[in-house]
Structures are given as structure tokens and as C-alpha cells.
């Protein structure tokens, strides 16, 4: 069968990637939960649950952080079937050789997220969930970038040409505020990995100052002023400085992606799909800093804490999404396709000169 | 047999000797200034586990305990210890101490043992519980245990010393008990009148410390002879 027909004709493999997409975002949003209750260690045993096989975990015990972690588990096993017959799918019914290689790397990918998330509870290592978090997000991009793969849109796009050019400038600037998101969701999830709550209490001051007092005294009297409901660490000087760090940083994301979406509007025009994947990049980054101020604000309460982690992760993939999907209009790029730029990375194949 | 029993005899006298001129520390601690006002538990029980919050009367919920002030400062929960007292634990053999969890709290909040000595978690809850202490001294152990309601208790010793050890449930998130271990019987925490006494202290020079979850160490030098010694400690709020 031709390959372009075979991509053509099998949408509901676009529709499942979608969908194992989605499934990923709500494991994001149930695992930020786990974190901002403090309940990544309520259910002691894995991959056994109070001792019981995981799915039959009777009712009663769903309760208090117990509820958020053995809820996060189910879903991730879910999200871990739902990867494996992805990349059996992939394996099997797409042509491009690149494509099938990706669903065994999200494959992979989700067994290593699994046994982290495990690990880090039976071996009581807290840096493992700091680095569980930040997978997880690199895990997040690869699917969705799977279900663009997979989509009309990428085939339309692919087909298209190079009709547009995006500035190298641009491109390159998009890439950096892409890394650079991905460094911030590090700091945050280090920040969360603490388990110390708020480090600061007040935004957009520290402290009532620009710049907080991060003195041995100074901390002493911030942590004696503080009354903790959940059981977190006290906090440290260096949790404050990480915390300042993560403010300034969130400033020049802001500045970065207003800067790539102006000049995406000013040079591509508004109704070029990239401007408008920018202008909604810049839209979700708003309500990112509006989501990080309401944080503190609201102190850290569990849900608008894991919303900001949900929106961290839509603008991170948004980002990637961007530079993937601009990669084949580059200035300067071959006059093919961004599907085969793409491919050329991981090794070209007959399929995809079919496609082509 | 003469050879074994001259120095168990010798040592004995001794021992005794020691009891009988050893003194007591005691003192009254005191809070000045206005601590920050103690939170209400009850939103976060009746949302994480209204089985929790059902055991209380809805206009009495809990609050949290960091600062436990009687009417002219008496100030609770401040652990007071001989700094720099090692080596002279009787941990092992000395019975338990018990950390209930009742209610859905810790009870004690705040207790401390010796190194080498039994602390047991018990579970008076009708619900479960998992017993997570997260000690940060290296060489005590962090355990992570499931309680059933009804379960047997739980048994932990710590072989070295620590202050405010952290034992909280991850169940129910505002659970939270600080365990001090220290490597000898000498220590003792303020009652709710801020009185303490740290018994039988043998003759000697010490620095007295007196230890607030919240507010830090505050030390004394003391000397003890024959007599009880009196040392006051006053935290201050800033």
C-alpha cells in the first residue's frame, strides 16, 4: 500500500495519539496533585498498593493523600497501555521507519517513567521524584509530538512545501524559549521536590522587598513566623533564592515569547498557523505568571499550585510543537518538506520518500 | 571469683555514689511577645478525610500546635537537653516511649527518647495511617510503614542523636510529630506551666540548651554540684 494512503486512510491512529496525549495530561495533572498534597509517599509499597495487587485496591483506603497517589498509579498504568499499543500500532501500520522508532522511544520512554515513580517511593528518594516530574514532562512532549506526526495537519504541512521562510533568528529564538521553559519546569519541579511549601509568601515583592534577606536570622524569622498546616520542611536560603531565580526567569520567558510572537505576527502575518501557534503560546504564558502569582497568593493551594504545573507543561510542548513544525521552513532550509527535515534526523526512509 | 567481683562491687559504689550527689536541672521557660496565630486543621481534615474530621466536634476542630503559650508565657513543647552530652545512653535499656496517632494527630507532637530506645507507634484511628519519619541525621533510618486500624504497634529506635526528628502521614498531610533523640537520659521538654527538669545530672559543668521547633536554641552554662540548679530560658518573639 502506498504510505501517503496508509497515513491517509488510518485517522483513528492520529485520533489514539490525541488520546494518549490527553490521558499524559491528566497523569500530569494527577502526579502535580500528589505532589502539592504532599502524598507521594501515603501508599508506602509499589507496585503493590497497602499490600493489595494495584486494581483491586478496596474503596475504603481511596481517602486523604492515599486518594491522589493510588488515583496517579491507575492512571499511570492506563497512560503506560495506552503508550504500548501506540507504539505497536506505530509499529505496525505506519510506514516511516522514524515513526516506528518513536513509539518504541515513548515506549521505553513510559516503562522508565513507571519504575522512577515506583523507585522513588520503595527507595524513599526525593530526588527521584524531582527528576520523575521533569520526565515526565519530556515524556509529555514526545507524545504530543507523536499525535502531530500523525495528524492531517502534518501531512497537509508536509505536502505544502516551503512556501514561507522563517528567520533562523526566530527559529533560534523560539528553540532557546523552548529550553529555557524546560529549565524553568526544572526549577519548579525542584522547588516542589523541597517539600517546604512557600518559600516566599508575597508577590510581586519578597519579603516586602525587591530582593529577600536570605541571612541565617532572616530565615530563622521567616520559618518562626510561619504556621504550617501540612507537615512541609522548613525553609531554606537556598529554597528562596531558588524561588527569586524562578521569578526572574518566568520574566524573561514572558519577554523571550512576546518577543517570537511579535516578530511571528510582523514577519509571517497573522494568519500564518505559526503566528497563531505563537500568539497562543504568548496567551498561555500569561496565564502561567498569572497561575505562578496566584500561587503565592493563594498559598500554594494544591489545586492552582498543580494548574500552574499543567500550564508549565502545555507552554513547554507548545514551544517544542513550534520549532518542530517550523524546522522545514527555516531560512535557509532545503526546499523540502519539514516531514522529511524531520526524518532526516532520524534516518530517512523509503516510506517517507513515498510519503513525499 | 574474688578478681570478678571487686570490680562489679567497685563499680556499683560508684554508681551509687554518682546517684546520690547527682542533682536535678530545673527551670520555668517563657515566651515574650505575641507568636503568630495557630491555624485551623478543619478545612484540610473535612476535605482530605471527613472520617477524620467526623471525630470532632465541627465548631472545636483541631489547630496546629507550634506554639503552646500559657496566659503569663508559660511556653510548652521546648526541648531542653545537656549540649555536647554523648556516649552516656541507657537508651536500650530504658522502657519505651509511645507516639500515639488519635484523632488523626500526633499525640505527642513533640516528645524525645535516647538513642537506642524504643519509640512505639501506636494507631487508636479507626483509619489507616503510614508512619513516614524523615530523619535528616545520616545514620538513622527513614521508614516508611502502613498502619492499619487495629494493626500491631509499630517499633523504631535511632542510633544516633537528632533534633526535631519528623514522623508525619502522608494519609492525612497536617499529621506531624518531632522526635529529639539524644545519646544520653539527660533532657527533658517543657510542660504547659514551661516547666522542665532534667534529673540526675551528675556533678559538673554543662551548657544547658533549650530548643524550640520554631525559635531555635537558646544555651546556659551551669554548674552542678550536690543541689538542684535553677536555669530560666525567655524566647523572644521579634
Not at chain 2, 484523632?103 to 537506642?116: F, V
Request: hydrophobic fraction near 50%.
Amino acid at each position: 500500500m502506498n504510505a501517503k494512503a496508509q497515513i491517509r486512510n488510518d485517522p483513528w491512529l492520529h485520533r489514539f495519539a490525541v488520546l494518549t496525549a490527553i490521558i499524559t495530561f491528566l497523569l500530569l495533572g494527577i502526579g502535580g496533585l500528589v505532589t502539592s498534597h504532599e502524598a507521594g509517599m501515603s501508599v508506602p509499597d509499589w507496585p503493590t498498593s497497602y499490600g493489595y495487587t494495584m486494581f483491586a485496591l478496596p474503596f475504603k483506603f481511596w481517602k486523604g493523600g492515599a486518594l491522589f497517589e493510588h488515583s496517579h498509579r491507575l492512571l499511570a498504568s492506563g497512560a503506560g497501555f495506552f503508550t504500548t499499543v501506540l507504539a505497536v500500532w506505530l509499529w505496525l501500520k505506519d510506514p516511516r521507519k522514524w515513526m516506528k522508532w518513536l513509539g518504541v522511544a515513548a515506549f521505553l520512554l513510559v516503562v522508565a517513567q513507571g519504575v522512577l515513580g515506583g523507585l522513588r517511593v520503595t527507595l524513599k528518594m526525593n530526588n527521584l521524584g524531582v527528576i520523575h516530574g521533569v520526565v515526565a514532562q519530556s515524556f509529555f512532549i514526545l507524545v504530543c509530538a507523536i499525535a502531530l506526526f500523525t495528524s492531517r495537519f502534518w501531512r497537509n504541512w508536509a505536502a505544502e512545501g516551503k512556501t514561507f521562510s522563517v528567520t533562523r533568528g526566530l527559529w533560534t529564538l523560539v528553540l532557546a524559549t523552548t529550553i529555557l521553559i524546560f529549565c524553568q519546569l526544572i526549577l519548579g519541579a525542584t522547588m516542589r521536590g523541597q517539600h517546604a511549601g512557600l518559600a516566599i509568601p508575597d508577590f510581586p515583592t519578597a519579603y516586602g522587598k525587591l530582593w529577600p534577606d536570605t541571612s541565617s536570622d532572616a530565615v530563622a524569622r521567616y520559618n518562626a513566623d510561619r504556621v504550617e498546616v501540612i507537615s512541609v520542611n522548613p525553609i531554606t536560603a537556598f529554597q528562596i533564592v531558588l524561588q527569586m531565580t524562578h521569578r526572574a526567569v518566568a520574566l524573561a520567558i514572558f519577554i523571550l515569547v512576546s518577543t517570537a510572537a511579535w516578530l511571528s505576527w510582523k514577519r509571517l502575518g497573522l494568519k500564518n498557523p505559526l503566528t497563531r501557534f505563537a500568539c497562543c503560546w504568548f496567551a498561555l504564558i500569561i496565564c502561567q505568571i498569572a497561575l505562578g502569582a496566584w500561587t503565592v497568593w493563594s498559598n500554594k493551594a494544591a489545586d492552582v499550585a498543580t494548574l500552574h504545573v499543567l500550564v508549565g507543561a502545555l507552554s513547554l510542548v507548545t514551544g517544542a510543537l513550534w520549532c518542530i513544525i517550523a524546522f522545514g521552513r527555516r531560512e535557509g532550509a532545503a526546499n523540502i518538506a519539514p516531514a522529511k527535515t524531520i526524518s532526516g534526523a532520524f534516518g530517512t526512509s523509503p516510506a517517507m520518500a513515498a510519503n513525499k | 571469683m574474688k578478681q570478678a567481683v571487686l570490680p562489679i562491687l567497685a563499680t556499683g559504689i560508684f554508681t551509687a555514689w554518682q546517684a546520690a550527689s547527682a542533682a536535678d536541672i530545673i527551670g520555668v521557660i517563657t515566651l515574650k511577645g505575641t507568636p503568630p496565630a495557630e491555624k485551623d486543621i478543619g478545612p484540610a481534615m473535612t476535605e482530605a478525610s471527613p472520617d477524620c474530621a467526623a471525630m470532632y466536634d465541627p465548631s472545636k476542630m483541631p489547630t496546629t500546635h507550634f506554639y503552646v503559650v500559657g496566659p503569663k508565657g508559660e511556653f510548652a513543647d521546648v526541648v531542653v537537653s545537656l549540649k555536647g552530652v554523648t556516649g552516656k545512653s541507657t537508651g536500650a535499656s530504658a522502657p519505651p516511649v509511645a507516639l500515639d496517632q488519635k484523632g488523626c494527630l500526633y499525640s505527642p507532637q513533640i516528645l524525645a527518647i535516647q538513642t537506642g530506645q524504643k519509640l512505639i507507634v501506636k494507631n487508636s484511628d479507626a483509619c489507616i495511617h503510614n508512619v513516614h519519619c524523615t530523619p535528616a541525621v545520616p545514620g538513622n533510618a527513614e521508614h516508611n510503614d502502613v498502619q492499619m486500624p487495629g494493626a500491631a504497634d509499630l517499633t523504631y529506635t535511632f542510633p544516633q542523636p537528632e533534633m526535631f526528628l519528623r514522623f508525619k502521614c502522608d494519609v492525612h498531610q497536617w499529621m506531624v510529630a518531632w522526635v529529639s533523640v539524644f545519646d544520653s537520659p539527660y533532657f527533658s521538654i517543657s510542660d504547659k506551666d514551661g516547666k522542665f527538669i532534667i534529673k540526675n545530672v551528675p556533678p559538673g559543668k554543662y551548657t544547658v540548651e533549650a530548643n524550640h521547633r520554631k525559635l531555635g536554641a537558646q544555651t546556659q552554662d551551669v554548674e552542678v554540684a550536690d543541689k538542684d540548679v535553677t536555669v530560666n530560658f525567655n524566647f523572644e518573639i521579634k
